[in-house]
């Protein structure tokens, strides 16, 4: 059965996009398709507001993290802003969807916005006035992650309501690059400013920043959402269903055990702070630049992707390129040049974009339309609430061995148990986009 046909049975692949699935590809284009930027003035300023404010909270990420260090000089305590992230990702994210579902999405997606507004407001204050609290900063980011958590799905779900069904493909796109280019220039501008300015000049441009995605959310029309007749308005019923689906889909659930496997167990991000000064003798701006250098990887990835169309065994696919970020994160661990271990990195977000590139496309292709919404929730919890577990458990395991020991030890613990995995559930490694098997 082809990809085109089973999705047709299923019901949900719009016409327009099964036809352009049968002709497939065009070869000629390499780059990102422009024409949601073009077709529409909403989208275009969403979009451009996205990747100011996407950048001011990767600057943000990174100056909390020093100043933590700076304050403790504990890699645990850094590790424990994952934690104050993570747990609000995971009592509000698998409900947030819900909500998006039950009220204006613009309302709710401009109050979470400047709520995130304020935030960065109240640490330029506080770090102006001379303030230096762990407790206040492990506040905040509990709060930004409330705020993410209720922004995330509000916006996702606009877009449909911006663009017809034929551009959400280039759109997403387009969103993709945003939150990579984020992840690599806010991590970099980040270290310079904190490097040359120091804490309050990264929070103020932060705060700055946010004012574009504040007036994109403000310029949109009304977005109540539809709902079917007998749907339940709190949303819980949904939230449970999309819970008991995923647990009768064996190759859904793989596709976020894969990804949890690499957050969680190879994610050094927290220790870079640490490493930067202890490995590579650098500073502010050494830190920044380990932080970009996934990110920078990912970007590439994602620009020169178009090989990945000709894939066809998904599942394959995630285990190999999951296996590549735990390997490339074991080897850096093993380095003491700046320049080696920035290549690593960079390979090592490459990888993580084909896993991202297989994983969400075996969502789109296996999940029927009328369930994809309610297991958006679990995608922000998996997705956005991996990585700070990850910060966690880099942090934790520094502090009672080494960073050397979290580092490397983690990549090859994400290799090992992304095997055990595949050899637990051999089906996955089987799945073939032509036809999609959950």
């Not at 990702?89 to 039950?102: C, E, N, P």
């Not at 449970?240 to 990804?259: Q, V, Y």
Request: glycine share 12%.
């Amino acid at each position: 059965m082809t990809l085109s046909r089973a999705s047709s049975r299923a019901g949900w692949l719009p016409s327009r996009v099964t036809e352009t699935a049968k002709q497939g590809v065009p070869r000629t284009r390499i780059l990102a398709d422009l024409t949601p930027l073009r077709s529409s003035p909403d989208y275009r300023r969403l979009w451009f507001g996205n990747t100011v404010s996407w950048i001011g909270q990767g600057m943000t990420a990174l100056a909390v993290s020093l100043q933590v260090y700076d304050i403790t000089g504990s890699a645990f305590s850094v590790g424990l802003i994952g934690l104050c992230s993570f747990v609000p990702l995971v009592l509000l994210g698998l409900y947030s969807g819900a909500v998006a579902d039950t009220v204006d999405r613009r309302k709710l997606g401009l109050l979470s916005a400047t709520g995130s507004f304020l935030l960065s407001v109240v640490l330029a204050a506080v770090t102006f006035a001379g303030v230096e609290h762990v407790g206040l900063l492990y506040a905040v980011v509990a709060l930004q992650a409330v705020c993410f958590a209720l922004n995330s799905p509000a916006r996702s779900s606009m877009i449909a309501r911006l663009l017809p069904a034929e551009q959400l493909p280039a759109a997403n796109a387009l969103n993709a690059m945003t939150s990579t280019a984020g992840g690599l220039v806010g991590p970099m501008a980040g270290g310079l400013i904190v490097g040359w300015w120091g804490y309050r000049a990264a929070y103020t441009v932060d705060a700055v920043t946010f004012t574009a995605s504040l007036y994109a959310m403000w310029r949109l029309p009304s977005m109540l959402p539809g709902r079917k007749d007998g749907e339940n308005s709190t949303g819980r019923a949904s939230v449970m269903d999309g819970l008991r689906f995923l647990g009768t889909r064996p190759n859904l659930r793989m596709t976020f055990f894969s990804d949890l496997s690499a957050m969680v167990l190879a994610h050094p991000r927290a220790l870079f702070p640490v490493v930067a000064v202890v490995w590579f003798g650098g500073d502010a701006k050494t830190t920044g630049l380990l932080v970009a250098a996934p990110a920078l990887g990912a970007l590439l990835g994602s620009v020169f992707s178009g090989w990945l169309s000709r894939i066809r065994r998904h599942g394959l696919a995630v285990l190999i390129a999951v296996c590549g970020w735990g390997g490339a994160i074991a080897v850096f661990g093993l380095t003491r040049q700046l320049w080696l271990g920035l290549i690593l990195l960079a390979l090592a977000g490459c990888a993580d974009s084909i896993s991202m590139v297989f994983r969400n496309t075996m969502l789109q292709a296996a999940v029927p339309d009328d369930m994809r919404g309610r297991l958006q929730g679990v995608f922000i919890v998996v997705v956005a609430g991996g990585p700070r577990l990850g910060d966690l458990v880099a942090g934790s395991v520094a502090d009672l061995t080494s960073p050397a020991v979290a580092v490397t030890g983690g990549g090859v613990a994400c290799v090992l148990v992304v095997c055990l995995l595949g050899l637990r559930r051999p089906g996955f490694a089987r799945y073939d986009a032509r036809d999609p098997q959950p």
